[in-house]
């Protein structure tokens, strides 16, 4: 077989396998839907979905399914069910580098198409890979052309709590930090009485990565340079939780009354699921308690719960 043949049969997803991702998901909702009555009763609750990591790309060593992940992206997109969600939160890294801009650009392109499946609002942060060799101007005008937003942090309030999403620069292409005015911006805006749920694509403080082979000999590089400041000036505020990706394995760090939480990745979630079918969450709150239940189809691959 040709190399283009190859690629071709490598990057199909079948119609026997997007059947059975549907009853998969269609599985997981009701698990979670299930899981949050137990938790929340009658009270109002917003869904959200996140998911985190997606790395689409070209194969190497370390990353042999990136070549299938838009498109699994798009399946599992295809599946959610219309109107469940509130919002979504794409979480950063929706691409792994290429070598060229031009290229991460068209996979981020492929990415934000998949996207257009859902039918409630969506959220995106940028995450290290994001911005690795996507310039800011071309990185916003992708977005624009489908419509979404191109700043990539801000506040929403909700009836019971506030949301914050957080962009990232970086100088080494991969440990991320906060600027200077973002933290200003953070400070002067978030509402000081109202709970509070963090999204940011790198964590704020240390996660554990003793056994993340990623990580394990370069954990400087698996949270924000300046995340423990951030999370010294807002320690003080009714948060419950903080959610971040990066690391591609899921953990929970307690962090005062809080905590800190990484997601498992879309792809790349060493060793969850051999198969790949690509990995999402459910995180849902009253704006007292929370409920965050990650999925491999529907199979609960990890799972955390709080209060405030």
Known sequence: MSRAGHEAKETRISRREVLRLS????????????SAR?????????????ITDVHAG????????????????KAVLKLMPKNYFDRA??????????????????????NLSAFKELSCPQKHL?????????????????FREFGLQDQFYGIEE?????????????????????????????????NPVMPTVIFSHQSLVPPDVSENYLFRDRPQDSYLVNGPEVWAAIRHLPILAIVSGHTHLPSVIPADLTQMISLPAFSEHLGINPQNPGVYSIFQTDG?????????????VFKTEGSI
Not at 23 to 34: D, R
Not at 60 to 72: F, G, K, Q, V
Not at 161 to 190: K, S
């Open 288 to 300: 007292i308690k929370f409920f965050l239940s990650s999925y491999s189809g529907a199979a609960s």
């Open 23 to 34: 009853l998969l998901t269609l599985a997981g909702m009701l698990y979670a839907g299930c």
């Open 89 to 110: 939160i794409q979480l950063g890294d929706m691409v792994v580098n290429t070598g060229t801009e031009q290229k991460d650009i068209e996979n981020l392109r492929a």
């Open 58 to 73: 070209t194969i190497d060593i370390l990353r042999p399914s990136n070549r299938l992940e838009t498109n699994m992206l």
């Open 158 to 190: 909700f009836a019971n709590f506030q949301a914050v999403w957080l962009d990232q620069i970086t100088e080494n292409g991969v440990n991320g930090f906060l600027p200077e005015e973002r933290i200003d911006w953070l400070i002067r805006n978030i």
């Open 126 to 142: 940028v995450g290290n890979h994001d911005i690795r060799q996507i310039t800011e101007d071309n990185l916003k005008k992708t």
């Open 38 to 50: 137990r938790i929340f009763a009658d009270r109002q609750v917003v869904k959200l979905l996140l």
